[in-house]
T-cell receptor, first 115, second 114 residues
Framework: DAGITQSPRHKVTETGTPVTLRCHQT?????MYWYRQDPGHGLRLIHY???????DKGEVSDGYSVSRSKTEDFLLTLESATSSQTSVYFC??????????????FGPGTRLTVL | QQQVKQSPQSLIVQKGGISIINCAYE??????FPWYQQFPGKGPALLIA?????SEKKEGRFTISFNKSAKQFSLHIMDSQPGDSATYFC?????????????FGKGTKLSVKP
């Protein structure tokens, strides 16, 4: 599992509340990613990070923010959760270095339900 | 818009048969094509990957076939087993670190009947 943990693994929350999901890696990889997975949509990139304090938007970034203050932790925040953000969230790390292929390895996921 | 189109959405195969999943891409700059396997309740796991300098890559019962001119690649699972029942995702990216983010297909749910 490439030393990736996600917390919490399951969460139920109410519309309008803030939610933070945590991804932790043990191998000091530079690149980290947040995806959401929904039936019929596959995996869609929310945000990614290419170093401490270096982040960028993915395909479906609206309503989400991220932070990376340490190499090992990548946080995903839903400032005000909506029902459309009910999904399974996966964190991934990449073993890529600058100028190499993007081999990504995924964490176990967080199932988030927004009521 | 960069896209990877995957088919079929679902596939039922008898034990011992061959499972074939196809993907097509548009961006000719893509040069890395991985396949991921995902079991229910788990994260996707990298299964096998190919680069366009070869037309085929085989690892055990899993083979990727790549057709650069047609911009298509496929996963073949030989001697399919019930334990292969999972969702499979193809993806594509290109050389270049963070600029080469993976673009995923929408997945194929494979069921192998005993």
């Amino acid at each position: 599992d490439a030393g990736i943990t996600q917390s919490p693994r399951h969460k139920v929350t109410e519309t309008g509340t803030p939610v933070t999901l945590r991804c932790h890696q043990t191998e000091n990889h530079r690149y980290m990613y947040w995806y959401r997975q929904d039936p019929g949509h596959g995996l869609r990139l929310i945000h990614y990070s290419y170093g401490v304090k270096d982040t960028d938007k993915g395909e479906v970034s609206d309503g989400y923010s991220v932070s990376r203050s340490k190499t090992e932790d990548f946080l995903l925040t839903l400032e005000s959760a909506t029902s459309s953000q009910t999904s399974v969230y996966f964190c991934a790390i990449s073993t890529t270095t600058s100028g190499s292929y993007n081999e990504q390895f995924f964490g176990p996921g967080t199932r988030l339900t927004v009521l | 818009q960069q896209q990877v189109k995957q088919s079929p959405q679902s596939l039922i195969v008898q034990k011992g048969g061959i499972s074939i999943i196809n993907c097509a891409y548009e961006n000719t700059a893509f040069d890395y094509f991985p396949w991921y396997q995902q079991f229910p309740g788990k994260g996707p796991a990298l299964l096998i990957a190919i680069r366009p300098d070869v037309s085929e890559k085989k690892e055990g019962r899993f083979t990727i076939s790549f057709n650069k001119s047609a911009k298509q690649f496929s996963l073949h699972i030989m001697d399919s087993q019930p334990g292969d029942s999972a969702t499979y995702f193809c993806a594509a990216s290109y050389y270049g670190g963070s600029q080469g983010n993976l673009i995923f297909g929408k997945g194929t749910k494979l069921s192998v009947k005993p």
